[in-house]
């Protein structure tokens, strides 16, 4: 049996590979740089909220069998990855 967490992640997951492939296709379509560089730019938009969204479904489905200290060092793992993604 799923569980049901690891389906929404997996969920979200898939639909960010579709948002992928779908992006490629019209850059192909529409075959310009240009438009390649607007429909990239909105994947960029996209990508984090598919990372925060898995993370957040996650960590939302450890919280019951981890410690509290353990939850607050994968927070700062994320923050860790955050920064690092803004520098």
Do not use: D, Q
């Not at 390649?36 to 996650?58: E, H, K």
């Amino acid at each position: 049996m799923i569980e049901k967490v690891v389906l929404s992640m997996a969920a979200i997951r898939i639909l960010s590979g579709t948002l992928e492939i779908t992006a490629a296709l019209f850059m192909l379509h529409y075959n310009t740089v240009e438009r390649a560089l607007v429909i990239n730019s909105l994947l960029s938009i996209v990508g984090p909220i598919i990372f925060f969204s898995t993370m957040t479904i996650g960590i939302y489905g450890l919280s019951t069998k981890l410690s509290f200290s353990s939850l607050l060092w994968i927070m700062l793992g994320i923050i860790c990855i955050v920064y690092g993604i803004k520098r």
